[in-house]
C-alpha cells in the first residue's frame, strides 16, 4: 500500500533502493541517533539484508520525496499486553533534512497505525542529544512523557532516553477490543 501526502510518499521497499539506502545511512550523524543494528560505517550488505527483513513487515516504508527514494519509516507492533502498542523507528538522508520531509512522514504513518492496524498508542525512545527527532515528534503531536535516565549505551558512554507517545485519539473504540 502507498500513503501520501504533499511530496511525501511511504511505499514498500524495493530491493533496488539498496544502493541509495547504503549511500545516505552511511552517514555518522545518523548511526549515532539509531540502535546498533543500524551501524556506522553502512555497508551495501547491510541495506540488502535490511530490506528483506523490512519486505516481512505491512508497516515498514521507503519515503520517497519528489520520486527519489530519501529514507526509512516503520511501526513495530509490540506483543502480549502491549500489543495495542507500537514503536516508531526512521531516518532520512542528510540532503534531505529541514524541508519538514519527516513531520509529514511521522503524521502520515500514525494515521495508519491508529486507522489500519487499530493501534492504542505509538511510541519511541529519543536519545537525549537528538533534538532535531525530538522537535519532529512534538510537532506530530507526542507527548514527552518522561525521561529514562541513563538508558543508552552509545559511542562509549551513557546518555538518557526520551520517551515520545501518542495515544489514538478514538480511543475509546478499541477498549473493548481483543
Ligand atoms: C531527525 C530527522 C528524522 C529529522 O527529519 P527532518 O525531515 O529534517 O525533520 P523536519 O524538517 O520535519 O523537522 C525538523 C525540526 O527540527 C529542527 N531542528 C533541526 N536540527 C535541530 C537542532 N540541532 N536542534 C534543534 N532543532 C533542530 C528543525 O528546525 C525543524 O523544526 P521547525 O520545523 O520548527 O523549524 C533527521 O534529521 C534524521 O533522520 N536524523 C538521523 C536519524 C534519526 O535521528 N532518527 C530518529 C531516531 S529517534
Redesign the pocket.
Known amino acids: 500500500m502507498n500513503l501520501h501526502s504533499d511530496n511525501v510518499i511511504l511505499r514498500p521497499f524495493r530491493e533496488s533502493d539498496a544502493g541509495r539506502m547504503a549511500e545516505l545511512a552511511n552517514n555518522e ?2 548511526g549515532r ?2 540502535r546498533d543494528g543500524f551501524p556506522y560505517p553502512y555497508s551495501l550488505e547491510d541495506a540488502a539484508r535490511h530490506i528483506k527483513r523490512f519486505q516481512q513487515f505491512k508497516s515498514y516504508f521507503a519515503i520517497e520525496y519528489k520520486g527519489e527514494y530519501a ?1 526509512n519509516i516503520s511501526l513495530t507492533p509490540l506483543d502480549n499486553v502491549y500489543r495495542k502498542t507500537a514503536e516508531i ?6 540532503p ?11 503524521n502520515i504513518i500514525t494515521k495508519f497505525g491508529f486507522n489500519e492496524m487499530g493501534l492504542a498508542r505509538i511510541h ?4 537525549e542529544y ?7 515528534l512534538e ?1 506530530c503531536g507526542y507527548i514527552k512523557e518522561g525521561v529514562f535516565r541513563k538508558n543508552v549505551f552509545k559511542e562509549g558512554r551513557l546518555w538518557d532516553e526520551v520517551r515520545f507517545a501518542k495515544i489514538n485519539p478514538d480511543l475509546e473504540m478499541l477498549q473493548n477490543d481483543q
Open positions: 550523524k545518523i541517533n539509531l529514507g523507528g526512521y531516518f532520512l538522508g542528510e534531505y533534512w529541514n524541508k519538514g520531509i519527516m513531520t509529514t512522514a511521522v519511541t525512545g529519543v536519545y537528538n533534538a532535531a527527532s525530538q522537535k519532529v510537532k
